[in-house]
């Protein structure tokens, strides 16, 4: 900035000059209009070159002392901003702020939306925050001056007008993309001929210049019909190179629109998104020719398009191919905004972190060290500085009950209060002798007509509650001065509009501890109170019992003649309370004794030289606070005469104090710096305005810091219509210690004081340095005049003991007087801390024996003994050892333009602590029209600017519809209790931004991993480094009965059906719960035959051919698969597609049919039918099919001879499942393995042919195909079989059974007894009335390729424990891919055991047990015994060396029941053989042993096996290619799941994939889409906390889209495939800053 000297304006230009500025402001005239304008007035003046504006002079900034530098010169209001926030030099400050972002452009993702959460928006494509300073209203040369005044023009040109916009408005696209990507700054030059005339048009975007641009930047590659550009010239289409859509949005329309809109001028063809059926996954090509031919847009491919485009490849719905940052070609739009989002985050934000001590398993958060270059305190120690003696006024009033005695009977008529109704007519005036003679009534009835002659229901001393409207000043007078002349303690307090008002709660608490019974209030409040059904006023929440006393005088009754209240001097008796909201919200009473109360009110008149008979303007809360103070007692003491202004009449007329002051030609106003700002934006209605009569116009809010725009504006405006400067008075005040300070009004024509220009920084580490040569970062604070009359005060440290501040310190003022609060009503321990303090010098002894006040408010004593307030204890937030004052940070917020988004007076800033540390908060209400983009790119510039100026980052950005945050009975924001609504999920914002990759810096140091202990390290026997070796098996496969000699299933039921021909095998259940069919041995054997005889002949088949078996659950599947057998073919089972949804699971069917070489497909009629379908059709090319044969219709005739394999390691079939990964994994399974499997789960469940056994589970992989199929054929016990999808219709169907059939062993799945859980939780008691019974169970396992759900097994103990079913029956198995079950808990053996581990070690891949509840524990359920003829051992993954007990490790398996190999189709072998073929590198080297892919740890516990044994129990954690590796740490998607998902109510289920080293996280939510925003920061929160680590994207999504297996498994890499293709449809994507 050039330092120029000022050059002063003539007054009345100055007027014009605010004038034009207002009526910008409210829209009265456009940006342009107001510039002509504006440069004809200063042109007068100035003949200087244009885009100069000289009227900014920037004036010398002085340190604080009374200077020359006058106010006045440093008028440049823009009022679209908050007037009473304002200040000129801040404004500049953050205009400049983010005209240094604008080098560095910020690369911000726009969140996305779902249409329907979309109010009233048009915005189909997001452009990118532009953070240029611009010329946001200020008029186009100033904005010039500040971004080019230094000479520091970034692109050369002039300081003239068309540089500023073109920059700012086609290129800074081109900028943000290039930087965004590849960190460049390369940019496309695109036209800028109409650029230059248009000012602020291109973030308003609604005129037509910006429209002109627009079609040229879309010229060079899209042309656009003339109706189209018409109707879309306000959705900014930019243009760049890269072929990147980062800019735009994800709002996902419903597929039912049908909107063919090109989404933006990107040089690739966009597909019109109106598909009624989901997109089909296979036939996309990227130029799809019915794309945009719906509006009449011709679409071309631009010159220079990129290659991606060129590349023709399959790819999911609409997603363009793209490439992203790294080069890797991602298809989709999500991609590239987490690519996007990556490279923002890749650039360093702060310094980085701080090595620091890593203990061996305690992760340190770093601690923030101070910084040796922080600014310290040099000066010397304060002095307290002491107020002029307080005058002894000789016949003034002993008491403020005698001034009013005096006063009612001296001059009973002289006014005392003018009421005003809402259209500013006088309503009511009170005389003195009214006054006197109603509150004499009052008193009377207050003492005498409660209760009992005998039991008086209020006696003196009571404290009673006054509850009185904001509109009815004289019912207050009259009741607080009756309460007086009663000596009844009066407790002003808020009228409670409903049951559950904002603060009303914690008000009642107040009541309750002060023990009010009983409430004054009016007849027209009491009226409007709400009331219960029989009339009566309910009880207010947390509200004591009160009696509701109505004091209109028609109510009350005469006081007898002889009658008169006794009136004292005033003494140290409570004079009244006044209520205090503390930052939590919680109320505290304050209570004034009538000693203070008389003390306050004669320094109040010394210092205002308040006279008799003056008149009074008053628009303040008349409850408490100065309101109180100067409108109810210090003006009755002198007789004063006040004019009482409602709020209501000032929201109507913000002028009508204005009026009211000229009309009673009033010497005194009390104001808030908002009723000066409401007046300013009103104040063009008024011509006739004189304000000469105003000796003093009193600020009560002047110590907020940023008052001072207010006063300044206001003066500016009103100083033609005769206000004089040195009227205006701030003043400082708080509940505890009154008025702590207040400018005096001055002689005419002397010299105003001088501001205080400091240092942000050096504020935010609590000294006072005079602005630094930053001139950004700067707090300009007004002084609230000196200390009252008989004070004494001085600031102390703000930590720690109370020592005296050096002078160049900021603490918290106190004062020493008697006219200060004495205590808080019933709270001895915080009233010592606050009223009794003793301030130290730095000897350490107290400097007054007389105790002081703690004001709350921050400040300093300046030179000439002037007071100036920093800011409140109230508001401070110490973020990394800094702090900041919530009202600086409110005001950075206003200061940021536009302000056409949010509303003014509705912002609130509040702290959070999430990991150690205080988190800024930043909530504020949006205006209805307000575009999405505009809020979006409005909340990125506040970001910068809070982060240039304050150096502090914002954690959470929130905006919310338009008058939905909390409010306090006078309208502003009730801040406790929005920071309470925004923890608790019940905000529901409309947009939201959040930072934490900015902000938290404090994360533990990511870890390094160390070298494991390889083969060097010591081995003695089976110790490894002094542990002994985890391993474990199971008992032997010993004793052989009759079945146990045949080597083949197949003989072993052909020896079934010889010889127990009619012993049942198998019993199907329908729905119902009855039977639908049933097979016995010899009508199996029977069916296998035919089936053997038809592929045979139909089929032409030879031995080893594979056979795909394609049925629903039941007993076809079942005969098909022993037919095969004894055709020496190989089954393989495929879950058949879902008719109502064969578009995605027929591919699946086609896939498996393909990959296990079936050469015939055999099914049912049904399923046959529906694979030759139209639907079918569409999903796959069904010529490619092999033969299909249904089964339903058999030849007569058996084969001529059954197969018998001649080698018994030959395949009896192969199982194929999906993996929870998403990938498809065939394992070949041999007939020897397949019996010792069958012979394994019969030891270990004491299975015989005279057992029942239930099972409700999926047959077609895994354990669930072998219990279904074939160990009812070995063991030759009863299988009861219930297809799991039966539950759907019918959920008790299952456990109905097991009581029906007295079953003792019962298999299911976790998504069995989750429907259990969530369908039957409320009928238990109708189970049991229908005699549900389960006691007989002796073991529930569910089948499990996972961690054992723990939360969800003890839920279902709990819940059937009242059907008996016994809490230890529950238990889990565990198998995978090599071994399809390892561990089963059988029929005897210990009952599984639960230990907890510390989640934080295990990240670190080590197992620390702790205690049950101790923070951080997991608790880990073992997964069942593990099976006879197994070995278990834990292996390190990476160096495949055994581990000690009681280490995480990778669980490797040897058994005979191992499979014997993956089938595939891609000769990828060596990779996998080592699945199945691993040796260990060290130790036991000979054993060959098969990877499961599992971590786990094994752990000896104290129970004993039915060998006599310890037993080894095993815990699995998790499986390792689900693992995501975050900071060199292993996370376990489940865990970071669980704690997301009790978070909030309305999550029902929650699934985490990582991306790019991103995090993201996908919930399902399960309430109105409003609440969708609200869970974004609880995710955040709560991962950081629990997890320590960051979300990099939260996606909310409806119930369901989380896809989940057979298993009841989440397939995450399916819906991460999902997500970045576009196709989950959320309701709201955030990206995480």
């Known amino acids: 900035m050039a330092d120029r000297d000022p050059v002063p304006l003539p007054a009345e230009v100055r007027a014009k000059l605010a004038e034009l500025e207002l009526e910008l402001s409210e829209g009265d005239i456009t940006q342009k209009g107001y510039e002509k304008k504006r440069s004809k007035l200063i042109g007068a003046f100035f003949p200087q070159t244009p885009g100069m504006d000289p009227s900014v002079g920037q004036e010398r900034r002085t340190p604080v002392t009374p200077s020359s530098s006058s106010r006045y010169n440093r008028r440049r209001s823009s009022g679209s901003r908050d007037e009473r926030y304002r200040s000129d030099v801040h404004t500049e400050a953050v205009q400049a702020a983010l005209a240094k972002h604008k080098e560095r452009k910020m690369a911000v993702p726009m969140p996305s939306k779902r249409r329907s959460l979309v109010v009233q928006t048009s915005m189909d494509a997001y452009t990118p925050p532009d953070t240029s300073s611009g010329s946001e209203g200020e008029g186009q040369g100033d904005g010039d001056e500040e971004e080019g005044g230094d000479g520091e023009e970034e692109d050369g040109g002039g300081g003239g007008g068309g540089t500023s916009s073109s920059r700012e408005g086609s290129i800074s696209m081109e900028h943000w993309i290039s930087r965004a990507i590849h960190g460049t700054s390369s940019t496309t030059t695109t036209t800028s001929s109409t650029a230059s005339s248009s000012s602020s048009s291109t973030r308003s975007g609604g005129s037509g210049a910006a429209a002109g641009r627009l079609a040229d930047v879309l010229a060079q590659h899209v042309h656009i019909s003339q109706h189209h550009l018409r109707r879309h010239h306000h959705h900014h289409h930019r243009h760049h190179k890269t072929g990147l859509l980062t800019q735009l949005s994800l709002k996902r329309r419903r597929r039912a629109v049908p909107a063919a809109v090109v989404e933006n001028g990107n040089s690739e063809p966009r597909l019109s998104e109106n598909h009624s059926a989901p997109p089909d996954v296979t036939g996309y090509t990227n130029n799809a020719p019915n794309a945009t031919a719906a509006d009449g847009i011709q679409v071309e491919r631009a010159p220079g398009a990129s290659n991606a485009a060129q590349r023709q490849t399959p790819k999911y719905g609409n997603a363009e191919l793209m490439e992203t940052g790294d080069g890797v070609p ?25 090595e620091f001590f890593v203990d061996d398993f305690e992760e340190l958060l770093e601690v923030q060290q101070p910084d040796p270059n922080q600014p310290k305190a040099e000066g010397a120690q304060m002095v307290a500085m002491r107020g002029e003696p307080l005058g002894v006024v000789t016949n003034g009033p002993p008491s403020l009950e005698a001034a009013l005695q005096r006063w009612g009977t001296i001059s009973p008529k002289a006014p005392c209060l003018t009421t005003m109704d809402t259209n500013g007519k006088p309503l009511y005036v009170l005389t003195y002798g009214k006054l006197w003679s109603r509150s004499v009534k009052v008193a009377f009835n207050l003492l005498h007509k409660l209760g009992t002659k005998q039991e008086p229901l209020v006696r003196p001393g009571d404290r009673v509650a006054l509850v009185f409207p904001n ?13 007086l002349l009663a000596e009844v303690v009066p407790v002003p307090i808020e009228v409670p509009l409903t049951r559950k008002d904002a603060g009303s709660q914690q008000i009642g608490f107040l009541l309750g501890s002060c023990g009010v019974t009983v409430a004054l209030t009016s007849d027209a409040c009491h009226k409007g109170l709400p009331k219960g059904p029989t009339g009566e006023i309910p009880q207010f929440k947390g509200w004591p019992k009160v009696l509701w006393f109505v004091m209109e005088s028609k109510h009350l009754s005469k006081p007898p003649r002889d009658w008169f209240p006794q009136i004292k001097e005033a003494n140290q008796d409570t004079a009244y309370i006044e209520y205090k909201t503390c930052k939590d919200g919680s109320v505290l009473g304050v209570t004034v004794m009538r000693i203070a109360m008389l003390t306050h009110c004669q320094a109040l008149t010394q210092s205002c030289s308040y006279t008799e008979a003056e008149t009074i303007v008053n628009v303040l809360d008349f409850k408490k606070d100065v309101g109180l103070w100067h409108a109810v007692l210090t003006s009755v003491m002198n007789m004063m005469h006040v004019i009482s202004i409602p709020y209501a009449l000032m929201k109507v007329n913000p002028l009508s104090w204005i009026q009211k002051v000229c009309q009673y030609k009033a010497k005194v106003a009390c104001v808030k710096s908002r009723d000066m700002h409401w007046a300013l934006v009103a104040h063009r209605d008024q011509r006739d305005v004189n304000l000469s009569s105003l000796c003093m116009l009193v600020v009560a809010d002047g110590a907020n810091p940023w008052s001072i725009s207010s006063c300044d504006a206001f003066l500016n405006v009103f100083q033609t219509k005769g206000l004089k400067p040195e009227v205006i008075c701030p003043c400082a005040s708080s509940p505890e210690a009154l008025t702590v300070a207040i400018r005096r009004p001055l002689e005419e024509g002397t010299t105003p004081p001088g501001r205080g220009v400091l240092s942000m920084q050096g504020l935010s580490h609590g000294v006072i340095r005079v602005d630094s040569e930053e001139k950004l970062s700067v707090l300009t604070l007004q002084d609230v005049g000196s200390v009252m009359p008989g004070g004494l005060m001085c600031a102390v440290r703000l930590e720690g003991v109370p020592l005296l501040c050096k002078t160049d310190e900021i603490g918290e003022l106190c004062v020493c007087t008697v006219a200060t609060g004495t205590s808080y009503y019933g709270l001895a321990g915080m009233t010592k801390n606050t009223f009794e303090v003793f301030p130290l010098a730095d000897n350490g002894t107290p400097i007054s024996e007389f105790p ?29 050892g800094r702090r900041h004052n919530a009202d600086d940070i409110v005001a950075t917020a206003l200061a940021v333009e536009p302000m ?23 909530v504020a209400e949006q205006r209805p029209d307000s575009t999405e983009e505009d809020s979006f790119q409005w909340m990125s510039r506040v970001l910068q600017a809070i982060d240039s100026i304050h150096q502090v980052g914002v954690y959470c950005l929130a905006l919310v519809p338009s008058n939905t945050l909390p409010k306090t009975p006078l309208g502003g924001i009730h801040l406790s209790e929005t920071k309470q609504l925004f923890l608790e999920g019940a905000l529901h914002p409309c947009n939201v931004l959040m930072c934490p990759h900015t902000c938290v810096t404090n994360l533990p140091k990511p870890r390094q991993k160390q070298p494991e202990i390889g083969p060097a390290s010591v081995m003695v026997g089976n110790l490894v480094s002094g542990k002994r070796i985890a391993q474990a098996s199971g008992r032997d496969l010993t004793q052989i009965e009759d079945n146990d000699q045949f080597l083949f299933l197949s003989e072993v039921l052909q020896w079934r059906a010889q010889t127990t021909p009619d012993h049942v095998l198998f019993t199907l259940l329908n729905s119902r719960g009855t039977t639908a069919s049933s097979l016995t041995c010899v009508q199996l054997h029977k069916r296998a035959e035919k089936i053997a005889a038809m592929l045979a002949e139909r089929g032409h088949l030879q031995d080893g051919d594979h056979v795909a078996l394609v049925y629903p659950p039941g007993i076809d599947l079942i005969a098909a698969f022993y037919g095969c057998l004894y055709a020496g073919c190989v089954p393989i089972t495929v879950r058949p597609p879902h008719p109502q949804n064969i578009a995605t699971t027929l591919p699946t069917v086609k896939m498996i049919v393909e990959v296990s070489r079936s050469v015939c497909v055999m099914t049912s009629q049904v399923i046959s039918k529906l694979l030759r379908s139209k639907e079918a059709l569409a999903a796959v090319d069904v010529r490619t099919w092999p033969p299909v044969m249904d089964t339903d219709d058999l030849p007569k005739k058996k084969p001529p001879l059954l197969y018998k394999p001649s080698d018994p390691d030959t395949l009896a079939y192969l199982d194929f499942s999906v993996s929870t990964t998403g990938m498809l994994a065939g394992v070949k ?19 015989y042919p005279s057992r029942e056994v239930a099972i409700c589970l999926d047959p077609y992989c895994g354990l669930g195909f072998v219990l279904w199929c074939l160990c009812s054929v070995y063991s030759g016990h009863q299988s009861i079989l219930i297809p799991p999808s039966e539950l759907e ?6 456990l109905s059974a097991v009581s029906q059939h007295k079953v003792r062993d019962t298999f299911c799945s976790y998504s069995v007894m989750e429907l259990c859980t969530k369908g039957l939780g409320l009928q238990t008691d109708a189970l049991k009335a229908r005699g549900v019974d389960l006691s007989r169970v002796r073991t529930c396992v569910v089948v499990a390729e996972e961690r054992p759900r723990i939360a969800l097994t003890q839920s279902f103990s709990k819940l059937f424990k009242d059907l008996g079913l016994h809490p230890r029956a529950v238990s889990t198995s565990f198998g995978c891919r090599v071994n399809l079950a390892i561990c089963l808990q059988g029929t005897s053996g210990p009952d599984p055991t639960t230990v907890f581990v510390d989640m934080r070690a295990l990240r670190h891949d080590r197992v620390r047990l702790v205690e049950r509840g101790s923070p951080h524990s997991l608790p880990l359920m073992e997964s069942g015994k593990i099976l006879p003829g197994v070995r278990i051992i834990i292996a390190n993954p990476e160096t495949k060396g055994p581990m000690g007990e009681s280490h995480l490790g990778e669980i490797w398996v040897h058994s005979g029941h191992n499979a014997s190999g993956y089938f595939t189709v891609y000769g990828d072998e060596a990779l996998q053989s080592d699945h199945f073929n691993s040796r260990l590198s060290f130790g036991d080297t000979q054993t060959i042993w098969a990877r499961t892919g599992y971590l786990g740890f094994l752990r000896r516990t104290e129970l004993t096996d039915a060998s006599g044994e310890r037993h080894d129990a095993l815990y699995v954690v998790g499986a390792l290619e689900e693992a995501m590796e975050l900071r060199g740490m292993r996370y376990h998607p489940i865990d970071i799941e669980t704690s997301v998902i009790r978070t909030h109510k309305s999550i029902t289920e929650c699934a985490v994939f990582t991306w790019t080293n991103l995090l993201v996280v996908v919930v399902e939510l399960d309430g109105s889409e409003q609440e969708a925003l609200d869970l974004v ?11 320590y680590l960051i979300v990099g994207v939260v996606v909310v999504v409806d119930i369901g889209v989380i896809p989940i297996n057979s298993r009841g498994e989440k397939q995450r890499m399916h819906l991460r495939d999902g997500f970045l293709a576009d196709q989950l449809d959320p309701i709201y994507v955030a990206y995480n800053m």
């Open 1577 to 1587: 920061p609880l995710v955040t929160n709560v991962v950081l906390e629990e997890h």
């Open 471 to 483: 509109n009815d000043p004289a019912a207050f007078v009259t009741a607080f001065y009756g309460c």
């Open 852 to 880: 002081f006040t703690r004001s709350g408010l921050l400040g300093f004593i300046g030179p000439g003994g002037l007071i100036f307030v920093a800011g409140k204890m109230d508001g401070l937030m110490v973020v990394g």
């Open 1289 to 1294: 219709v019918n959920p008790s169907l299952w």
């Open 1229 to 1247: 399974m041999s007939h020897t393995a397949t019996s010792a499997f069958c012979r394994s789960i019969k030891l270990q469940c004491e299975l």
């Open 330 to 354: 991602v298809s989709s739009r999500v991609s590239a905004k987490i690519q996007q989002l990556v490279n923002t985050l890749k650039r360093p934000k702060r310094p980085p972190l701080r």
């Open 900 to 922: 056409k988004f949010v509303y003014r007076g509705r912002i609130a800033v509040f702290s959070i602590t999430v990991l150690h540390d205080e988190r800024i908060v930043v």
